[in-house]
């Protein structure tokens, strides 16, 4: 079998199911062979060392980051996984003051958009503003608190090592006028940059009535996700919540950290999402070929359906890119698929997204 990059490999342990080079196996031995893990971590690690990052979540110091679900133990000096973040003598600072490695730029709406098919922006506004367009501010965040091995935006890592180009949110916020109908935060991710996330929400909310939308792998603090939470609600805007795995093991392979706090703060958005005014909390499912099959589907929207059966879920097309380029994209009978075991499962608005990118590719996604 082939795909328009590389030969693509079969397990060696289920030689009917297709594996990246990078791991060696498939979706099926990441959820179920413990004895797996370590060989995996020590992949992100070695990559991550390769091109300069930090290799691996601290642990053993006794400071500890709050600003994200990492939360760092770090030693004198260490700087945080997400290079945002450094430990000085007796307390966790911020390396870089107020700023944070950033950049952005304008979308005119309606814009590919994980939510665009609910997007409370584009189903409730004229875009058209006398003869100027409506648009969107995305903002690109050069830091992540996740390592996955697919990252369809892995350009955040050369901003993360270099710690460059610096904006702090008043920088951020003057660039947006009486147009921007919307703030999107993506990257990299805003899961550790709360604090510059949310003073330049503010900004934008208080001087252009600007709508805020996350786009998130959720490994957001506790002490940051209420405010979050509160800023998007009130704004009327969107949190599109990439879930990626829900099996403890697979999550940890595809990505090199845990998704506890991931998955505790998606109940907790879908609480506080019971009484919404249009969608506030939009669930993305990005379909990785040899990884994420029915199966971990099937845990996965009964998962959401438990959570809420409404909130709308997007399943992505995947596309060969970062260390995981010798994959296929994601074929359409596995979308197709997809969408149905959703809707087995009991969720109510379920969206293919990304069709552009599916392919004819023969694989097996069971």
Same mark, same amino acid.
């Given at each position: 079998?082939?795909?328009?990059?590389?030969?693509?490999?079969?397990?060696?342990?289920?030689?009917?199911? #297709?594996?990246?080079?990078? *791991?060696?196996?498939?979706?099926?031995?990441?959820?179920?062979?413990?004895?797996?893990?370590?060989?995996?971590?020590?992949?992100?690690?070695? &990559?991550?060392? =390769?091109?300069?990052?930090?290799?691996?979540?601290?642990?053993?110091?006794?400071?500890?980051?709050?600003?994200?679900?990492?939360?760092?133990? /770090?030693?004198?000096?260490? #700087?945080?996984?997400?290079?945002?973040?450094?430990?000085?003598?007796?307390?966790?600072?911020?390396?870089?003051?107020?700023?944070?490695?950033?950049?952005?730029?304008?979308?005119?709406?309606?814009?590919?958009?994980?939510?665009? $098919?609910?997007?409370?922006?584009?189903?409730?506004?004229?875009?058209?503003?006398?003869?100027?367009?409506?648009?969107?501010?995305?903002?690109?965040?050069?830091?992540?608190?996740?390592?996955? *091995?697919?990252?369809?935006?892995?350009?955040?890592?050369? /901003? /993360? =090592?270099?710690?460059?180009?610096?904006?702090?949110?008043?920088?951020?916020?003057?660039?947006?006028?009486?147009?921007?109908?919307?703030?999107?935060?993506?990257?990299?991710?805003?899961?550790?940059?709360?604090?510059?996330? &949310?003073?330049?929400?503010?900004?934008?909310?208080? @001087? $252009?009535?600007?709508?805020?939308?996350?786009?998130?792998?959720?490994?957001?603090?506790?002490? $940051?996700?209420?405010?979050?939470?509160?800023?998007?609600?009130?704004?009327?805007?969107?949190? @599109?919540?990439?879930?990626?795995?829900?099996?403890?093991?697979?999550?940890?392979?595809?990505?090199?950290?845990?998704?506890?706090?991931?998955?505790?703060?998606?109940?907790?958005?879908?609480?506080?999402?019971?009484?919404?005014?249009?969608?506030?909390?939009?669930?993305?499912?990005?379909?990785?070929?040899?990884?994420?099959? &029915?199966?971990?589907?099937?845990?996965?929207?009964?998962?959401?359906?438990?959570?809420?059966?409404? #909130?709308?879920?997007?399943?992505?097309?995947?596309?060969?890119?970062?260390? /995981?380029?010798?994959?296929?994209?994601?074929?359409?009978?596995?979308?197709?698929?997809?969408?149905?075991?959703?809707?087995?499962?009991?969720?109510?608005?379920?969206?293919?997204?990304?069709?552009?990118?599916?392919?004819?590719?023969?694989?097996?996604?069971?």
């Amino acid at each position: 079998m082939t795909c328009a990059y590389n030969i693509v490999m079969n397990c060696p342990n289920h030689p009917d199911r #297709i594996a990246a080079k990078i *791991l060696g196996y498939c979706g099926e031995c990441a959820t179920f062979n413990d004895d797996l893990i370590s060989s995996s971590l020590a992949i992100h690690s070695q &990559l991550r060392e =390769k091109i300069g990052l930090v290799k691996t979540v601290p642990s053993v110091g006794n400071l500890v980051c709050p600003d994200c679900g990492n939360h760092c133990r /770090m030693l004198d000096q260490e #700087i945080g996984f997400c290079h945002n973040q450094i430990a000085a003598k007796t307390e966790v600072v911020r390396r870089y003051g107020d700023a944070v490695p950033v950049s952005w730029y304008f979308d005119s709406l309606p814009t590919n958009c994980v939510a665009d $098919w609910v997007c409370p922006v584009t189903k409730t506004q004229k875009l058209n503003l006398g003869t100027a367009r409506l648009k969107n501010l995305a903002v690109f965040y050069g830091s992540c608190n996740s390592d996955c *091995l697919f990252c369809q935006n892995s350009s955040y890592q050369n /901003m /993360m =090592k270099a710690g460059a180009p610096l904006m702090t949110p008043e920088e951020l916020a003057n660039s947006a006028d009486e147009n921007t109908a919307c703030v999107c935060y993506f990257g990299g991710d805003p899961a550790c940059n709360p604090i510059h996330s &949310l003073e330049t929400s503010k900004i934008l909310y208080t @001087k $252009w009535q600007t709508r805020v939308c996350y786009e998130t792998n959720g490994n957001i603090s506790g002490k $940051w996700l209420k405010r979050i939470a509160e800023i998007v609600k009130e704004s009327n805007g969107t949190i @599109k919540f990439d879930l990626k795995a829900i099996s403890p093991n697979l999550y940890r392979t595809l990505t090199g950290i845990r998704n506890n706090t991931v998955l505790k703060n998606f109940r907790n958005l879908a609480t506080l999402g019971k009484d919404r005014e249009g969608e506030f909390l939009v669930a993305s499912i990005l379909l990785i070929p040899g990884y994420i099959g &029915l199966k971990e589907l099937e845990l996965l929207c009964s998962f959401i359906a438990v959570c809420d059966p409404t #909130i709308p879920t997007a399943f992505l097309g995947f596309y060969p890119h970062h260390h /995981m380029t010798d994959l296929p994209r994601t074929s359409r009978k596995h979308a197709t698929a997809a969408s149905q075991v959703a809707r087995e499962c009991g969720l109510e608005n379920v969206r293919i997204g990304n069709l552009g990118l599916l392919s004819e590719a023969d694989y097996n996604y069971e």
